[in-house]
C-alpha cells in the first residue's frame, strides 16, 4: 500500500500542529491510520465471507454461531497472550529491567566508556612479572 | 451501528484511475471519517464556544468576542478545537494518501490510458503551453495540501495530479457533489434556466477548471454551445480532456493563466469559475476580474462561485470558514472573503449596480431531494447551497 517514491508525499507548506505538544497531534495521526487500516481489514473479511457464502462454503451465521473447541480456545489465548505482549513491550521491559537489575542511568554507559580513554602513562619502570 | 443513508458512488469513466479492493476500502475509510468530523464533530466547537469560551470571554471583557480574530485567540487553546483541526488536518493528509495509492501503483500505464482516448476523432481539444509560468500562489504552497500541487509533474507528459484530483474531490465532498463531482457547475446551470430562461450563451469559458468536473455540465445543458475551459496546470488539463472525451462531452482545453488569456475581446457569452478566486491573490483576483470584462460580449455575464463571504457573518461562523486559510493550504481564503464585490467588479470595468450575488440551491441536493422526497442536505456547501457572484456587461 506504500506510495513509494513515484509521487510527492508531503505538501509543500508547513505543516500545523495543534496541541501544546506536537507529539500528541502526530499520535493522532498515527491511532487514525491505524483507525483506517482496520477498516481496510473490516471490509475485506466482510468480502471475504459474502464471498464464501455466496459459493456455498460458509455460512455467515454459522461463523456468528461459531463456538471455539476448547483446544482452539486456548491456542487463540495463547495466541491474543503473545500479541498483547508485542503491543505492550514498552510496559513490560520496564517490569523486565528491575526483575534483572537493569537500573544504571544510561548517563552511567557513557560516562563509563567516556572515562575509559587510556590514561597518561606515568614514567615508571615496568613492573616485574611476578 | 446505524444503517447507512445512500451515498452515490463515483461514476466510472476510462480517465478515473481503478481501484483493488482494499485500496477502495481505504477512500471510503476517509470518506467515512470525514463525515463522520462534519456531522458528529464539528458541531461541539460551537458548544464549546458558546457554553465555555464565550462566557469566560464576557466575563473577563464585559462583552462578546467582536472578530474572528477575538474567537480564534481563545479557541486555539481549547482541546476539543485542538483534537477536532488535528483530525480534520489528518483526514485531509489521508484523503490525499489513500487516493495517490492506487495512481503510484500504476502511473505509467494510467498515463497511457489518458494519452490513448478511446475514440480516435477527438470531440473537442487539448492546447498545452509548457512556456506558460506557473503563478506564486500555485508555488508558495501545494493548495489543499495536495501534495506537489496541480501543476507538479512526476514522468513525461504526467496526468497524475488530475488522477488523484478527481478521486479526491469525490472524497472531501463525501459524494454530496453528486456521481460525476460537477454540483457547482449544474447548480449554476439551474440557476441560469431559472432565472434567466432566455439567456443562450454561444461561447461559453470555465476558468481554472482543473479536470473539468464543472465544466462539463455547461456543454451538456448548452450543447449548441462552444466550451473553452483553461487551467494553468498541464496535469490537471490532460485528464480533463480524457475525462470529457470519455465523457463523450465536446470541451477545448487550453494551459491559459485566467488573468491573462489570448482570447480576443468580446469572445464569451458566460465565463464561469468555481472556487477559483481564493485560490489566486490580490492582484490576480482583480487582473480576473478585468479579463472577464475584456472577454465578455455585450450582454455577456459572469459567474464565479465561491463559498459565501465572511461580511455580517457570526465571528463565530466566521472563525470556523476560516479554519482552511492556516492549516489547509488555503493562504488566500481569508482575505478573499473579505474582498468588497461591488469594488472588485467596478475595478474590472464592470458596472457595480448590475452586481448579483446569491445564495443558490444546489443541483444535487434538489434532485435527492425529489428522489427521496426529503431533504438530505449535508454540512458541505453550506447546507446544500452555493455563494455566487456575477455581472454583466
Redesign the interface.
Known amino acids: 500500500m506504500s506510495v513509494g517514491s513515484k509521487l510527492k508525499r508531503k505538501a509543500k507548506g508547513e505543516r500545523p500542529y495543534f496541541f501544546d505538544d506536537p507529539n500528541v497531534d502526530r499520535v493522532v495521526s498515527m491511532v487514525m491510520g491505524l483507525a483506517g487500516e482496520v477498516a481496510v481489514l473490516h471490509d475485506r473479511l466482510d468480502t471475504l465471507e459474502r464471498l464464501l457464502e455466496a459459493q456455498g462454503s460458509v455460512q455467515r451465521s454459522s461463523i456468528d454461531s461459531y463456538k471455539p473447541s476448547a483446544a482452539v480456545a486456548a491456542e487463540r489465548a495463547v495466541w491474543r497472550e503473545g500479541y498483547l505482549s508485542e503491543v505492550l513491550r514498552i510496559v513490560e521491559i520496564e517490569v523486565e529491567a528491575l526483575a534483572t537489575g537493569d537500573t544504571a542511568k544510561y548517563d552511567s554507559a557513557i560516562k563509563a566508556v567516556e572515562q575509559d580513554a587510556p590514561k597518561p602513562r606515568k614514567k615508571s619502570t615496568p613492573r616485574k612479572k611476578s | 451501528m446505524n444503517a447507512r443513508v445512500e451515498i452515490p458512488a463515483q461514476a466510472e469513466h476510462r480517465a478515473l484511475p481503478p481501484t483493488t ?3 477502495f ?2 477512500q ?3 470518506r ?2 470525514k463525515e463522520h468530523l462534519v456531522k458528529h464533530v464539528h458541531g461541539g466547537n460551537r458548544a464549546v464556544y458558546e457554553s465555555k469560551v464565550k462566557p469566560a470571554f464576557q466575563r473577563k471583557h464585559k462583552r462578546a468576542p467582536k472578530t474572528r480574530f477575538e474567537v480564534r485567540d481563545e479557541m ?1 487553546r481549547e ?1 476539543y ?3 477536532f ?3 480534520l ?3 485531509q ?2 484523503m ?3 487516493c ?2 492506487p ?2 501503483r500504476d ?1 505509467e500505464a494510467l498515463n497511457q490510458t489518458i494519452k490513448k482516448p478511446k475514440k480516435k476523432k477527438a470531440l473537442g481539444s487539448l492546447t498545452l503551453n509548457p512556456e506558460l509560468p506557473t503563478p506564486k500562489y500555485h ?4 493548495i489543499h ?5 496541480y501543476h ?1 509533474e ?2 513525461a507528459e504526467d496526468a ?1 495530479a488530475g488522477m ?1 484530483y478527481d478521486r479526491a474531490v469525490h472524497v472531501y465532498a463525501m459524494g454530496q457533489m453528486g456521481p460525476y463531482n460537477n454540483d457547482m457547475g449544474a447548480s449554476i446551470v439551474m440557476w441560469l434556466k431559472k432565472h434567466h430562461p432566455e439567456f443562450k450563451p454561444k461561447r461559453i469559458l470555465d476558468l481554472g477548471c482543473s479536470v473539468g468536473h464543472s465544466t462539463v455540465p455547461y456543454a451538456e445543458a448548452f450543447p449548441d454551445a462552444e466550451v473553452h475551459a483553461i487551467d494553468v496546470a498541464a496535469p490537471m488539463l490532460r485528464y480533463a480532456h480524457a475525462r470529457a472525451e470519455d465523457m463523450g462531452v465536446r470541451v477545448h482545453y487550453s494551459q491559459q493563466n485566467a488573468e491573462c488569456t489570448s482570447f480576443a475581446d468580446g469572445s464569451f457569452d458566460l465565463i464561469v469559475s468555481h472556487i477559483l478566486l481564493h485560490e489566486t491573490s490580490q492582484s490576480a483576483i482583480n487582473n480576473i476580474v478585468k479579463e472577464c470584462h475584456r472577454l465578455l460580449a455585450k450582454g455577456g455575464m459572469m459567474i464565479h462561485a465561491e463559498t459565501p463571504p465572511y461580511k455580517g457573518m457570526d465571528p463565530f461562523d466566521a472563525f470556523l470558514l476560516d479554519w482552511d486559510t ?2 489547509n ?1 488555503e493562504p488566500f481564503w481569508a482575505r478573499s472573503h473579505e474582498i468588497e464585490l461591488k469594488a472588485l467588479s467596478k475595478q474590472g470595468g464592470f458596472d457595480p449596480a448590475l452586481e448579483f450575488e446569491d445564495l443558490i440551491p444546489s443541483a444535487f441536493q434538489v434532485a435527492q431531494a425529489t428522489r427521496s422526497h426529503k431533504f438530505q442536505g449535508g454540512d458541505f456547501g453550506g447546507g446544500g447551497l452555493w455563494f455566487i457572484y456575477g455581472n454583466r456587461k
Open positions: 479492493h482494499d485500496e476500502a481505504r471510503e475509510f476517509v467515512a471519517f486555539v482541546p478545537y485542538q483534537m483541526s488535528t483530525l488536518r489528518t483526514s493528509e489521508m490525499w494518501s489513500s495517490q495509492i495512481v503510484a502511473l508555488t508558495a504552497v501545494d495540501c495536495q501534495p506537489g500541487g507538479s512526476f514522468m497524475s488523484v492556516r492549516n493550504n
